[in-house]
């Protein structure tokens, strides 16, 4: 064949291809609506008369495991929640993405976590860009604020985490990126471009001290407050400390990309599609595109997968498709990993207390939270569906 038709022949294909894996919507969503009630009856029961708890997490042992407010994964529920709402505009998915968006209000001035782009965003974030609530875009300005103030000037970096101090002096996780949302979204809400200068600063500094050549990046980096400069690099929930932690790629391609949506800084987008063609084109990435929980797990083809950093690789990737100079072969594999999500790794309906992805990773090297539901891994699984419209 000619190469320039076979080139043509290959580019219909894809296109063919990227088409073909679109998963239909609507039955996907009225299976979670149906979970999502499964869901909702399994919280009251098992709540209770307990009101710290607020969110559900995960199972352990096949009991379904709740969270308070302060937990990092609280607000995706309700983010779920939202998305429902979202979808099929029914008044009782936005009554009860309200009722579990309130839940999460105290954490704005919860200044002892990064977590506040999870925690308020996933839940608040969503909720206000479908209803445009005054009173959401107070949480979410007031949240930015207590957010800064764990950015370090001389890091230039919000710091992460509060504990292990005997092991971090500064660390700043590759998770971080993610909390960026917020405070782009505080600018523009409020006018105050403060927000904004930290979130561009910490983009920088992990962009520059986070990554290897091959644009794989470690999940850790501790920081010296008194020179700038990096003490240690460390991959704390991956295999090894020069292993690819699956998650962590998902958070730094989805980072990349939405910095570059609200900066339109060109080295937002060239990071974002060089961590797409890290994840992509890796030897040890299966067929249908689930990640196992790193990529350089010893044990492969036998190590855990992980369906949460499968939703969030998705998502981002739909995302990247709008921006990307390689459209086709971001719409290709985010399609390919929203129909592999919805044929192999869905709950039946009814089970599992309502999640809806099941086989998904936390921290294998800590042994928690290994081959389980995570609502993460739902949140990015329903905005990834949401996102391929």
């Given amino acids: 064949m000619h190469k320039k038709l076979a080139g043509t022949v290959a580019l219909l294909a894809v296109g063919l291809l990227s088409q073909a894996q679109k998963v239909k919507l609507a039955p996907v969503f009225a299976d979670a609506e149906k979970q999502t009630q499964v869901m909702l009856t399994s919280i009251a029961a098992a709540r209770g008369s307990n009101t710290d708890l607020v969110?559900?997490?995960?199972?352990?042992?096949?009991?379904?495991?709740?969270?308070?407010?302060?937990?990092?994964?609280?607000?995706?529920?309700?983010?779920?929640?939202?998305?429902?709402?979202?979808f099929t505009?029914?008044?009782?998915?936005?009554?009860?993405?309200?009722?579990?968006?309130?839940?999460e209000e105290k954490e704005k001035f919860n200044g002892g976590t990064h977590d506040m782009g999870f925690k308020i965003y996933c839940s608040y974030g969503t909720g206000y860009?479908?209803?445009?609530?005054?009173?959401?875009?107070?949480?979410?300005?007031?949240?930015?604020?207590?957010?800064?103030?764990?950015?370090?000037?001389?890091?230039?970096?919000?710091?992460?985490?509060?504990?292990?101090?005997?092991?971090?002096?500064?660390?700043?996780?590759?998770d971080n990126m993610m909390n960026l949302e917020l405070l782009f979204a505080a600018t523009r809400l409020s006018g105050d471009s403060s927000f904004y200068k930290i979130a561009v600063s910490h983009a920088n500094t992990t962009m520059k001290n986070h990554f290897r050549p091959d644009y794989s990046s470690y999940h850790v980096v501790d920081y010296d407050t008194v020179t700038g400069k990096v003490v240690k690099r460390n991959t704390h929930q991956g295999y090894a400390d020069e292993s690819a932690w699956a998650r962590g790629q998902g958070w730094a391609l989805y980072g990349y990309t939405m910095c570059y949506r609200e900066t339109k800084n060109i080295a937002y987008l060239r990071q974002a599609e060089n961590v797409a063609k890290f994840i992509l084109h890796h030897p040890n990435l299966p067929a249908d595109k689930?990640?196992?929980?790193?990529?350089?797990?010893?044990?492969?083809?036998?190590e855990p997968r992980d369906a949460s950093a499968a939703g969030v690789i998705a998502s981002g990737l739909f995302e990247l498709a709008k921006y990307g100079k390689n459209k086709k072969e971001y719409l290709t594999a985010a399609n390919t990993i929203l129909q592999n999500l919805t044929k192999n790794y869905r709950s039946p309906i009814g089970e599992n207390k309502g999640f809806i992805l099941l086989h998904s990773t936390g921290s294998k090297p800590a042994n928690s939270e290994v081959d389980v539901p995570l609502n993460y891994g739902d949140y990015y699984y329903l905005e990834a569906l949401l996102r391929s419209k």
């Fill in 55 to 86: 969110s559900p997490r995960t199972l352990e042992n096949g009991n379904l495991k709740l969270v308070p407010a302060k937990d990092w994964t609280s607000g995706f529920f309700a983010g779920e929640l939202w998305m429902l709402y979202a």
């Fill in 89 to 103: 505009h029914k008044p009782e998915w936005k009554a009860k993405a309200e009722e579990f968006t309130a839940r």
């Fill in 129 to 174: 860009q479908l209803t445009k609530d005054a009173a959401y875009k107070e949480v979410i300005i007031q949240s930015a604020k207590t957010l800064s103030t764990r950015f370090n000037p001389k890091v230039g970096c919000i710091r992460s985490w509060d504990h292990h101090k005997e092991q971090w002096g500064y660390p700043v996780i590759i």
């Fill in 290 to 302: 689930i990640p196992y929980w790193d990529f350089n797990a010893p044990g492969i083809p036998n």
